[in-house]
């Protein structure tokens, strides 16, 4: 799987043959952030604008935004 990474989060890179765009979801967190763009640098500048925007919006709601899982197991 092709990702992407800005400020810890990470999203996912699949091209939709039909629609001729790259479509991405950023992965790792229960809240569903998704997003396209019909080109690479377009789908980097709105991977960051949304992540932006996600942070901004919790912070609006008085709300941690989720951290993603880094998959890593601690035990103690």
């Known amino acids: 799987m ?3 990474k800005y400020k810890g989060f990470k999203a996912s890179l699949e091209f939709d043959l039909e629609d ?6 950023v992965l790792d967190i229960s809240d569903i952030i998704s997003f396209h763009a019909p080109s690479i640098p377009e789908f980097e500048e709105v991977f960051q604008q ?3 925007s996600y942070i901004r919006d919790c912070e609006a ?8 899982a880094s998959g890593k197991l601690i035990l103690s």
């Open 61 to 68: 709601l008085n709300r941690t935004p989720e951290k993603p």
């Open 2 to 4: 092709n990702t992407i």
């Open 20 to 25: 001729k765009i790259i479509v991405g979801r």
């Open 50 to 52: 949304s992540i932006d």
